[in-house]
């Protein structure tokens, strides 16, 4: 990279700020010259905190007034969850970096009340114990295991959750990303943590990914040797499962996968809001290695292919394309199945409960 400062875009909230200052600490260790400025911002999702997210609507809620000052050019690069990005991307925005995904499971965490039994599980609840959770992923797979409890929705950041949970006596447990509470040095709170039998995870749950855009070729090459070969293909399948099932980050689908012996397998899982309806489907592909490419092989491409919105010039483009068309092959078995309807008429609940606030 030349001397000039990297702006970086990022949220407000402390998860979002530790998350920016990881990434830029790792991008400080490729190359100790550059240096970064950060710019927060508050997007819609920060300011509307009391209404579900799946019932706001928006699909880039937590993105769209940085996606702006990128377009502007005010800023360079985002750093995200990259759970809440978009499953498409406006096309002169990309995801330019992928980095090693933390554990990407959900996790319960207890009521203080509950501390004198800390191997309780969401099994062992009593009857009734409201486990708060605003995501309908998550309502809908537990609700299907565990008709004994009930569930309410919980909103604000996780200093929010946290402080919501401890403060009063609303919720038994609630349910958050492994991820998020690591990176703010909560894991002792994780009482259980939710294995794929019991919930599947998030699509790209757990992993920070860096936006930038498409025609700035000098800062990909630079990103993109954040690239971890694991995650990224693993996201490649999970986001592109997403997009043909056209759901948002606020359907109710699941998903699990592996990167093992260059075999890739992903499962996707669609659910009915409550639970009653559950398709799943797991596929496996033989990727071809290497996997990643020698150096020089890079600087040859001037304009680069996109898979699932995400560019990789670093990274074997056949092994991308086939981690694509598995996320693509997993979704088409699946509408085969009746995801199509089950999409839809979650999509319509969710709707016209957002109506009725
Ligand atoms: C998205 C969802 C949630 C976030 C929906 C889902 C959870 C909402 C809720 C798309 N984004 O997971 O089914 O529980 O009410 C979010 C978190 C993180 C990124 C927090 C969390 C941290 C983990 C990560 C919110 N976005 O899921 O507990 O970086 O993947």
Redesign the pocket.
């Known amino acids: 990279m030349d001397s000039k400062t990297i702006k970086v875009g990022s949220r407000k909230s402390q998860?979002a700020m530790i998350?920016t200052e990881a990434v830029i600490a790792k991008l400080k260790e490729l190359d100790p010259a550059a240096t970064f400025d950060i710019l927060t911002m508050e997007t819609i999702g920060d300011q509307i905190q009391n209404v579900?997210?799946s019932q706001i609507g928006e699909s880039n809620l937590?993105t769209k007034e940085l996606e702006v000052a990128l377009a502007d050019g005010r800023i360079d690069m985002i750093v995200h969850?990259?759970?809440?990005l978009p499953s498409t991307l406006p096309p002169e925005m990309a995801i330019t970096a992928v980095c090693e995904r933390?554990d990407?499971h959900?996790a319960m965490v207890l009521h203080p009340k509950h501390a004198g039994n800390p191997s309780a599980t969401l099994e062992s609840l009593p009857p009734g114990s409201v486990i708060g959770?605003?995501?309908?992923?998550?309502v809908a797979q537990l609700k299907r295991k565990y008709p004994h409890l009930q569930f309410q929705?919980?909103?604000g950041n996780?200093n929010t959750r946290l402080r919501k949970l401890d403060e009063a006596d609303t919720y038994s447990a609630i349910?958050?990303?492994v991820?998020?509470?690591k990176?703010m040095g909560w894991g002792d709170r994780i009482s259980q943590i939710l294995t794929p039998d019991i919930s599947l995870?998030?699509v790209?749950?757990?992993?920070?990914a860096v936006e930038t855009k498409t025609n700035n070729q000098q800062l990909i090459k630079f990103i993109s040797q954040l690239h971890h070969p694991e995650t990224l293909l693993r996201c490649v399948a999970e986001r592109a499962l997403l997009r043909a099932l056209s759901g948002g980050?606020?359907a109710p689908v699941g998903t699990h996968s592996i990167l093992e012996n260059n075999q890739l397998s992903l499962t996707g899982a669609v659910l009915s809001l409550d639970g009653s309806q559950y398709l799943t489907e797991t596929q496996t592909v033989t990727l071809s290695t290497p996997i990643v490419l020698p150096k020089e092989s890079m600087d040859q491409s001037t304009s680069y292919q996109m898979y699932s919105s995400i560019i990789a010039p670093n990274i074997s483009q056949d092994a991308l394309k086939a981690a694509e068309d598995l996320g693509i092959s997993v979704a088409t078995k699946l509408h085969e199945n009746g995801a199509t309807e089950i999409l839809a008429k979650a999509k319509e609940e969710n709707d016209s409960k957002a109506e009725k606030k």
């Open positions: 998860l998350q579900a997210l937590f969850s990259l759970k809440d933390e990407p959900d959770t605003s995501s309908v992923r998550r929705d919980i909103r996780l349910i958050l990303a991820a998020g509470l990176r995870y998030a790209s749950q757990g992993a920070l980050c606020s």
